[in-house]
């Protein structure tokens, strides 16, 4: 099943080496509504320009999983920066999504998941009125 999103992020990608095909469609119609019902869990709504950055790295995401490609290890000071709740639901929303294809993701792939959030989360909290003291 295809969705508004997915037929957005195909778009983006089409005239690239590797436009969305019909598996990557079915891939990401299971994790993004993970990455959505994590969303709105964590209280974060992303706007247009953050939700297409999320499906281009989902996109490359369910790639990996499915072709059992691993990233290489970032530094880990970056992880340190993002609040530790932040990574742990990352790691669950990753794990979610692999577990079913006997997948184990590295800790790269939960990074850059959370930094999407952690993004959004930012963008969220500089764009909501403050009362003035």
């Not at 099943?1 to 990608?13: D, H, K, Q, W």
């Not at 089409?14 to 079915?26: F, G, I, L, Y």
């Not at 209280?43 to 953050?50: H, L, M, V, Y």
């Not at 590295?106 to 930012?122: I, N, P, S």
């Amino acid at each position: 099943m295809s969705t508004p999103l997915i037929e957005r992020l195909a778009t983006a990608v089409q005239d690239t080496s590797h436009p969305v095909t019909d598996e990557d469609r079915a891939d990401l119609a299971e994790f993004l509504p993970l990455a959505r019902a994590h969303a709105q869990v964590a209280g974060i709504d992303f706007d247009e320009t953050r939700v297409l950055a999320l499906a281009v790295h989902a996109l490359a995401f369910v790639r990996r999983v499915g072709t059992a490609e691993h990233l290489d290890p970032l530094d880990p000071e970056l992880a340190a920066e993002l609040p530790a709740d932040r990574m742990a639901a990352a790691r669950t929303l990753v794990d979610a999504y692999c577990a079913p294809r006997e997948f184990l993701a590295g800790d790269t792939e939960v990074l850059l998941l959370a930094l999407h959030f952690e993004a959004a989360a930012q963008l969220q909290a500089q764009s909501i009125p403050r009362p003035c003291p």
